[in-house]
């Protein structure tokens, strides 16, 4: 029996049962420590919004790591083509015009004698530029004009619905044959320009359905009770919770934009020589397809790989920005 019977710890520590009960406290003391971070808070205390928890999936979805890197790349030889290869993409050689695979030469010559391997490499900073670019001139003109007419609503809604009725309603290739056939530049502009100009009612209707959502929701209506502006209301409240679905079809579509930068350019009415594009190289090897295959098959292959590559990530960040998904 205890010395000290007027201390309860005591006497309780001096028995099994009360050896069991410190051994408990313990255990749960220093996994609470374990748990707790450097200002007494859990992890589990520590509020997660939706973009974090969406990076969270993306760095765990194989898809998107593929995807990711395949972009890099693409990326990183459309700024420095010269990393990988030395020869220049007009330099022509006929005498050497519809042959294979030669030593420094992997992907062979077309039919002007172009060292396929240099162009196809090229081609790869046309694509990108005119994906990029057109992506980024979509979605601000259309969430602008989307996110205006979804807040305001009433005339302004209603005008652009039917404009944006009308531009739904131009076949985009038939669109692109009428429109570029007169202009005589041989840039990349007039291509983003008119892919900007058919592009936007898309991205256009998809924020306008986002904005009319967010601003249903109750904290938007406080911030209206508590005396904010319209100004504030739609950049400090309503657009960070209706940018998701804008980033996902301008993800998506950005290989679209790519696959139909190509087929003008295959079309003759894009981009023309001396500028490098994947579609036209494909456009030019076409009449030798039975003799020189490979002049088609190379950039054929980095345009689709592009083109999915682009939509795979898209696909990867939507599963990650759409909570339904989880």
């Known amino acids: 029996m205890s010395d000290r019977p007027d201390e309860p ?48 999936d993306l760095r765990r979805n194989p898809v998107f790591i593929i995807s990711a890197l395949v ?48 162009r196809t490499v090229y081609g790869a900073r046309t694509s990108v530029t005119v994906g990029v670019l ?34 739904f309603a131009i076949p985009v290739v038939l669109g692109g044959l009428v429109l570029l056939s007169v202009i005589t530049s041989n840039t990349v502009w007039p291509v983003i320009g008119f892919i900007v100009l058919l592009g936007w009612p898309q991205i256009s209707r998809i924020a306008r ?9 109750d904290y938007v209506q406080a911030a209206r009770a508590l005396g904010a502006s319209n100004s504030r209301l739609l950049l400090r409240h309503i657009a960070p919770n209706a940018v998701a679905p ?14 139909l930068e190509a087929t003008l350019s295959y079309l003759g009415v894009g ?25 088609l098959l190379w950039p054929s292959g980095a345009l689709a790989i592009t083109v999915l590559a682009f939509i795979m990530l898209g696909d990867a960040v939507r599963d990650a920005l759409d909570p339904k998904l989880r």
């Open 134 to 167: 057109a992506t980024l001139g979509v979605a601000v003109l259309g969430s602008v004009l989307g996110a205006l007419a979804g807040f305001f609503g009433g005339l302004s809604d209603s005008v652009l619905s039917r404009i944006t009725d009308v531009f």
């Open 71 to 118: 972009i890099l790349f693409l990326v990183f030889i459309s700024l420095w083509p010269s990393a990988i290869t030395s020869g220049s993409p007009l330099k022509c050689d006929l005498s050497k015009a519809q042959e294979g695979s030669q030593p420094g030469h992997p992907f062979g010559f077309d039919g002007q004698g172009c060292d396929v391997y240099t």
């Open 246 to 259: 804008v980033i996902v079809v301008a993800t998506i579509a950005l290989g679209t934009y790519i696959a």
């Open 271 to 295: 981009l023309k020589p001396p500028s490098v594009s994947w579609g036209i190289d494909i456009s030019s090897a076409s009449p030798y397809i039975r003799n020189a295959p490979h002049a």
């Open 9 to 56: 710890e005591a006497a309780i520590a001096g028995t099994s049962m009360g050896g069991a009960m410190d051994l408990g406290v313990d255990e749960a003391e220093t996994l609470e420590k374990a748990t707790a971070g450097p200002d007494g808070a859990g992890p589990e205390d520590r509020p997660r919004s939706l973009w974090s928890d969406a990076w969270r």
């Open 209 to 217: 359905g986002a904005v009319i959502t967010a601003k249903q929701n």
